[in-house]
């Protein structure tokens, strides 16, 4: 299955603690596609603990890189993230060029796609460890993503709020400039009147933290979408 599919995905973190009862609930849920992905304490061996956990569930499983040191074989498809709005370019390009320096050989470039990441809530953690510009005015959030669309051609971009809901209209704005870029939102979605709400504008919804606390919560966001 192909991402451009996707409506719904699950953020799992390698960092934080997930029952096996818990992630049964995932696996039978309805969702597209699990993404492992993290800010803070990710590394080889808890990504591959969560990996192995996963991989036999029958639901593509995708890892979002955000560090090298992350890389394991045998995901489905691999996610490179760059902030379009970082304030240094380490986060657009730097990190990306001494990845592949070391690991290029490795991929399978079908297999990657490039995410150009809007970080609009500057008390995320992913906002303060890339020095993410998040004061942008909704004209300057849409140039942005028109420049990762039309100028970078990046395969996908990422509206991310991680931690809290986002501005609706901010992302409603993107998509009328964008109607054919895939657009993800991932920040605040924890039931199913908040997928509603920026399902309605995005391709694909990302719900992460509400897997961890209010387990209904975020299962009621799979039926949301259907
Ligand atoms: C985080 O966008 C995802 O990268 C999901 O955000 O954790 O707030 O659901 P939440």
């Known amino acids: ?38 800010t803070d304490g990710i590394d080889a061996e808890n990504t591959f603990a969560l990996y192995a956990r996963v991989r036999d569930a029958g639901i593509p499983i995708a890892l979002e890189i955000s560090h090298p040191s992350q890389v394991i074989h045998g995901f489905n498809h691999y996610f490179v993230p760059t902030v379009l709005n970082a304030g240094t370019p380490e986060w657009i390009i730097g990190h990306h060029a001494r990845a592949f320096e070391r690991y290029g050989h490795f991929f399978d470039a079908r297999l990657v796609t490039a995410q150009g990441y809007l970080v609009l809530n500057p008390e995320a953690k992913v906002a303060d460890v890339t020095a993410a510009r998040c004061d942008l005015t909704m004209e300057e959030s849409v140039a942005y993503a028109e420049v990762g669309h039309h100028l970078f051609r990046l395969p996908s971009l990422y509206i991310e709020y991680s931690g809290r809901l986002g501005n609706p209209d901010v992302v409603k704005e993107i998509r009328l400039a964008l109607p054919d870029a895939h657009l993800f939102y991932g920040g605040g979605i924890e039931g199913e009147e908040t997928a509603r709400l920026m399902g309605a504008h995005v ?20 039926r949301a979408l259907r």
Not at 5 to 23: C, G, I, Q, S, Y
């Open 1 to 38: 299955m192909e991402f451009q599919t996707w409506r719904h995905v699950f953020k799992l973190d390698p960092n934080k603690e997930l029952t096996d009862e818990a992630l049964q609930a995932l696996i039978h849920s309805g969702t597209d596609a699990f993404l492992i992905g993290g």
């Open 203 to 222: 391709d694909t919804i990302v719900v992460g933290n509400i897997i961890y606390e209010d387990l209904a919560g975020a299962l009621a966001t799979v």
